[in-house]
């Protein structure tokens, strides 16, 4: 496979690659390459998750997340998560455990998101960047799970490791969930 690079970022770069169809014809395709990223599901230990709410430049507005980040070049990803965990939401884990991984986009970009969930934490105080605004929020999993499935989460890589994490629990099922809006008369 040939590689041209268009672009150049802090965090990725965009290829133009030229590959061979079933023909062996030539066709190009831009790919998005991103050294991989984490998100932290951080669960206190009376089962309560922490979240956290952050603008997002790019659609302009204020998301339900779990805390992510990119990783560093050749940084663990388990280390990128602990780091980023203690960044955004102020609470540093004893322990980390592999949730899932998936590509988040894998029809133009290479990244790959490592998932983990966070226990025996203990409040240190966030260290965010100079850009960020972040503030967290300590919710029920009922709650969660209520907002997930309201589509009041609107980050992909946030539902994804929510779902998997409730299902795996056993936690998707039990709770009244409400799908009206606020003073809405009906569901979505």
Known sequence: MEAEVILTARRFRIERRVYRDRDGAPFTW???????????????????????????????????????????????????????LIEETGYRASR??????????????????????ATGLEHVGQRLEPAERIETEVLSPQTVHNMLVSGRIRDGKTIAALAAYLLRNGAAG??????RPPGGMGPF
């Not at 309560?48 to 560093?72: F, H, K, Y």
């Not at 455990?97 to 986009?105: C, D, G, Q, R, W």
């Not at 039990?174 to 799908?179: I, K, L, R």
Request: aromatic letters at 6%; charged letters at 25%.
């Open 174 to 179: 039990p709770y009244e969930v409400n799908t």
């Open 96 to 117: 980390i455990e592999p949730l899932i991984a998936f590509y988040t986009s894998p029809g133009v970009m290479t990244e790959l998101m490592h998932t983990y969930v």
């Open 30 to 84: 831009e790919v998005v390459v991103h050294p991989g990223a984490v998100l932290v599901l951080p669960v206190l230990d009376d089962g309560r998750i922490v979240m956290i709410r952050q603008v997002r430049r790019a659609v302009d507005e204020e998301l339900w997340e779990l805390p992510a980040g990119t990783r560093e070049p050749d940084e663990p990803p388990e280390v990128t998560a602990g780091r980023e």
